[in-house]
């Protein structure tokens, strides 16, 4: 007796957004511009000039 079934369960969707990022030029490293604090960063990874791009980026 009664629907006790149909509750719905939340769904756990992941939410991305535009954000500005910091994008090596030479591998596939990146960091979000809130956590770089310099002018121009370098690549922790291997050293080369990182690029300000608009990336979709998982945000939750
Ligand atoms: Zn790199």
Same mark, same amino acid.
């Given at each position: 007796?009664?629907?006790?079934?149909?509750?719905?369960?939340p769904?756990?969707?992941?939410?991305?957004?535009?954000?500005? /990022?910091? !994008?090596?030029?030479?591998?596939? #490293?990146? *960091?979000?511009?809130?956590? =770089?604090? /310099?002018? !121009?960063?370098?690549?922790?990874? #291997?050293? *080369?000039?990182?690029?300000? =791009?608009?990336?979709?980026?998982?945000?939750?």
């Amino acid at each position: 007796m009664g629907n006790f079934g149909s509750w719905k369960k939340p769904v756990s969707e992941h939410v991305y957004a535009e954000s500005v /990022v910091w !994008q090596c030029s030479k591998c596939v #490293c990146w *960091s979000r511009e809130e956590f =770089v604090h /310099v002018q !121009q960063p370098v690549c922790p990874m #291997c050293d *080369s000039e990182m690029n300000r =791009v608009t990336k979709n980026i998982r945000v939750e």
